[in-house]
């Protein structure tokens, strides 16, 4: 009998089990938090360049000239018009896009926020099926 408790095959089988588990769960969280940080940046990227399409809607005969130098007022309409117009034209695969800010605080700039759904690319018990991700990016208008 004290043989039998003394041998140790079978016991690196346990070991190799154990981590092979433990990879496979490593995997797959290093996945889901990539494919999180890539749908994240391509959301801002596309929230950016709405806020540039925003920070430029007006018409050249909206710009004054002050002391400082030529300058001009944003109006939300324009800027959530002109969002909302490159969003639509820009081709992309958001699920669930939507538009939660486009707007011209102080009438210098422009404000936009995002928010989409990611899902994760394979669904596990330690990662959510989906969750809804936001961004914000502004833009100012500066004549120089």
Do not use: C, N
């Amino acid at each position: 009998m004290r043989r039998l408790l003394r041998d140790e095959s079978g016991s690196t089988l346990i070991l190799t089990i154990f981590y092979a588990a433990l990879s496979l769960v490593l995997i797959l969280l290093v996945t889901a938090a990539t494919s999180l940080y890539l749908e994240r940046k391509r959301l801002f990227t596309l929230a950016d360049g709405a806020a540039l399409a925003g920070a430029e809607a007006f018409d050249l005969t909206d710009v004054t000239t002050v002391a400082s130098g030529p300058g001009v007022v944003l109006d939300d309409s324009r800027v959530s018009a002109a969002v909302a117009a490159h969003v639509a034209a820009v081709p992309h695969d958001f699920e669930g896009l939507v538009i939660e800010r486009a707007e011209s605080p102080g009438g210098s700039g422009a404000v936009v926020g995002l928010s989409a759904l990611w899902r994760p690319p394979v669904v596990s018990l330690l990662v959510p099926e989906g969750i809804r991700i936001g961004v914000e990016a502004s833009a100012r208008s500066v004549f120089g």
